[in-house]
């Protein structure tokens, strides 16, 4: 299996404009996380879906940042304005967690995104 | 609610030293427990993890991690650092059951290795 994976690996962009982060979980796997980390913060969840539906979003910092997951093979982190304190490395991870009562995760290489 | 507490930002250790870093953790039952290393620039891989039974456990590069119920621990050791082991190393929960898919951070521990 190829892994999570994301794109683009970095995104450099200007205040103001739209950025959309992609994501492809692992073939199979139930859930799918959107992380943040950054070095002032560290790691912070921002939202997760299970079978494509998102069961919390309780993360997401402010109205600027929506994700979607239309099918089990692909989602969409968007900021529309991104600003200079978005800049962070963003994480898709994926879970097969399904009905077992486990949560291990499978993490993706991470889009760095600098706003300037 | 879970948390989880790593006490150490900052570690440095010689090469061959042994190391330990330290997690705690709060629940209200034994949680699932992880252990994630990230090198610089790269994304998060699993070292081991801890589900039940044996609370040593065996991970991957020569890593172990013992579960302490008492003390709502579950630091992880190495015997003999090598080099190639300065990252970041982060302490994870999981909730047991129910719908909760998500797992619960660490702030991390980053790990120097001096020569």
């Known amino acids: 299996d190829a892994g999570v994976i994301q794109s683009p690996r970095h995104e450099v962009t200007e205040m103001g404009q739209e950025v959309t982060l992609r994501c492809k979980p692992i073939s199979g796997h139930d859930y799918l996380f959107w992380y943040r980390q950054t070095m002032m913060r560290g790691l912070e969840l921002l939202i997760y879906f299970n079978n494509n539906v998102p069961i919390d979003d309780s993360g997401m910092p402010e109205d600027r940042f929506s994700a979607k997951m239309p099918n089990a093979s692909f989602s969409t982190l968007k900021i529309q304005p991104s600003e200079p304190r978005d800049s962070a490395v963003y994480f898709c991870?994926?879970?097969?967690?399904?009905?077992?009562?486990?949560?291990?995760?499978?993490f993706g290489p991470g889009t760095r995104l600098t706003v300037l | 609610a879970q948390s989880v507490t790593q006490p150490d930002i900052h570690i440095t250790v010689s090469e061959g030293a042994s190391l330990e870093l330290r997690c705690n953790y709060s629940y209200g039952a034994t949680p699932y427990l992880f252990w994630y290393v990230q090198s610089p620039g790269q994304g998060l891989q699993l070292l081991l993890k801890y589900f039940s039974g044996d609370t040593l456990v065996q991970g991957i590069k020569g890593f172990e991690a013992e579960f302490k119920r008492s003390q709502s621990s579950f630091n992880l050791r190495k015997p003999s650092v090598h080099w190639s082991d300065a990252a970041e190393y982060f302490c994870a929960v999981g909730a047991r059951g129910g719908s909760q898919g998500n797992l619960i951070f660490g702030k991390g521990t980053k790990l120097s290795v001096k020569p």
């Open positions: 991870a994926s879970s097969p967690l399904g009905l077992a009562a486990y949560n291990e995760q499978f």
